[in-house]
Nanobody, 128 residues
Framework: QVQLVESGGGSVQSGGSLRLSCAAT????????MGWFRQAPGKEREGVAV???????YYADSVKGRFTISQDNSKNTLYLQMNSLEPEDTAMYYC??????????????????????WGKGTLVTISS
């Protein structure tokens, strides 16, 4: 049973930074796409950043240059470093994984409904 547990959310002022973590357990696939998605109140869920098993990364235009996705395979943990945060980044952030993806992360970042497993999310609130 794959479980994803996010942590690291919180409340910071505009311009601040946060680092989100996603601990994955029960996961043994060698080919995957893992990523971060977010949903703000009243808005649809959107892709933020996705990382393929070979290290290739993809970002939403709105976060390019500010957010960095990375992983620590020894800890089975996915990270999202978020800098220069803006009030528009306020949302619930979710970690998700796609097993044996047939496509690159560029597809899944735009089609979050195709991901296989989801965490319960961590809330990020940015005040101006």
């Amino acid at each position: 049973q794959v479980q994803l547990v996010e942590s690291g959310g919180g409340s910071v002022q505009s311009g601040g930074s946060l680092r989100l973590s996603c601990a994955a357990t029960g996961y043994t696939y060698s080919r995957y796409s893992m990523g971060w998605f977010r949903q703000a109140p009243g808005k649809e869920r959107e892709g933020v950043a996705v990382l393929d098993h070979d290290g290739r990364t993809y970002y939403a235009d709105s976060v390019k240059g500010r957010f960095t996705i990375s992983q620590d395979n020894s800890k089975n943990t996915l990270y999202l470093q978020m800098n220069s945060l803006e009030p528009e980044d306020t949302a619930m952030y979710y970690c998700a994984v796609k097993n044996n993806p047939g496509l690159r992360g560029a597809y899944y970042i735009k089609n979050p409904d195709r991901m296989d497993y989801w965490g319960k999310g961590t809330l990020v609130t940015i005040s101006s």
